[in-house]
C-alpha cells in the first residue's frame, strides 16, 4: 500500500509542479503583496484540490463521460472565469486590487478557490491517477487517505509558493517591475484560459 500512495504523490507533485493558472496566481500574490493574501489564495486552491479529488473518487469522470456537455459548460465558464482573472491581472499593477498587499482574505480565498475549480478536467486527472495507483477494490479507507494525500500536497506546495515569493528580495524585485510581471502573469493566465475555450469549442463543434 506505500507505493500506492508514494505513486499518487509523485504524480500529483509532478502535476503542481507544472506551471499553471494556481502557480501563477499564488506567486503573483506573494511577489506583490503581503504573505497572508497568498496563503489564503494558497488554502482556496487546497479547497478546490479537494473538491475535484473527491469528486474523482465519487465517479464524476464517469459523469462527464456519460455526459459530456456537463464537462463542457463547466469548462467553458472555467474558460471564462480564467479569462476575466487574466484581464484583471493585466489591467492592474497590483496584484487584483489598487493597492499592494490589500487584497481581503476572503477575496484572496474565493480567488484561489474558483481558479482551481475553473479546469473539470482537473477532476479526469485525478480519477486517472486513482485508477492508475490504487488497487482495483480500494476501501473507503484507502480512498479517504488518496484525498487527504492530495490535499496535504496541494496545501504544502501552495503555501510553499506564497512563502518563497513573499521573501523581501522577491517582493523588492517585483515592485521594481510590477507592470511588467503583471502583464506577464495576465497573459499566462489568459493562454490557458483561452486554450481551455477553443478545447472546449472544438470538442463541442468537432
Not at 497572508?36 to 463521460?65: D, E, H, I, K, R
Not at 493597492?99 to 478536467?121: C, D, E, I, M, V
Request: proline share 4%; net charge positive.
Amino acid at each position: 500500500m506505500l507505493t500506492t500512495f508514494v505513486t499518487i504523490w509523485l504524480l500529483h507533485m509532478a502535476a503542481l509542479m507544472t506551471p499553471g493558472a494556481n502557480v501563477v496566481l499564488v506567486s503573483h500574490l506573494a511577489a506583490g503583496g503581503d504573505r497572508t493574501s497568498a496563503m489564503y489564495a494558497a488554502v482556496g486552491v487546497t479547497m478546490g484540490a479537494a473538491v475535484w479529488s473527491s469528486a474523482a473518487v465519487l465517479g464524476v469522470g464517469a459523469l462527464f463521460a456519460g455526459v459530456p456537455s456537463t464537462r463542457l459548460f463547466l469548462q467553458v465558464a472555467g474558460a471564462l472565469y480564467l479569462l476575466y482573472v487574466a484581464y484583471r491581472l493585466w489591467s492592474s499593477h497590483a496584484p487584483m486590487t489598487s493597492k499592494p498587499g490589500s487584497l481581503p482574505a476572503a477575496q484572496a480565498l474565493r480567488l484561489g478557490l474558483f481558479t482551481n475549480l475553473s479546469n473539470p478536467k482537473v477532476a479526469l486527472f485525478f480519477g486517472s491517477v486513482f485508477s492508475t495507483a490504487l488497487p482495483a477494490d480500494p476501501s473507503a479507507a484507502v480512498l479517504s487517505s488518496a484525498v487527504v494525500l492530495v490535499v496535504a500536497n496541494a496545501l504544502c506546495w501552495h503555501v510553499l509558493l506564497a512563502y518563497l515569493f513573499s521573501r523581501a528580495a522577491v517582493q523588492n524585485g517585483y515592485a521594481a517591475h510590477r507592470r511588467l510581471f503583471s502583464r506577464v502573469a495576465g497573459a499566462v493566465v489568459g493562454a490557458l484560459g483561452l486554450s481551455m475555450l477553443v478545447a472546449a469549442l472544438r470538442e463541442a463543434w468537432w
